[in-house]
């Protein structure tokens, strides 16, 4: 009876060790993705440490001028589109419509890699 009870006891310490191996595997997988998404991809060109500040400037509204002939004077690539980009504009400005009235001042804003204190 001895022994049956030591083959029982040796059969659950195998299953407790298989067990704790796939956790510890399932564990090191989901550590692996986690690194990987939130891993910062190598920039391509290791040169350009260079960061990017975001800076506005008032501009005065001339006739003929429209949200969009300002943005793309102003537009920097740090935005996906023109489109994101007026909608930002218009935000900051409490703009309600695309209309524009001359002599108007908006606040524009656009992106430099130049610090200015």
Known sequence: MNNRKRKGNSKSRNNGLKNFAVILVLAAVVGLIIFRITAQPANADS????????YYTSVCVE???SLWSIAEEYITVDYEN??????EVKEMNHLHSD???SGTRLCIPY???DYKA
Do not use: A, P, Q
């Open 111 to 113: 992106y430099s890699s």
């Open 82 to 87: 023109i489109y994101e980009y007026i909608e």
């Open 47 to 54: 040169n350009d440490t260079s960061s990017r500040y975001k």
């Open 63 to 65: 006739s003929g001028d």
């Open 99 to 101: 209309f524009l009235k």
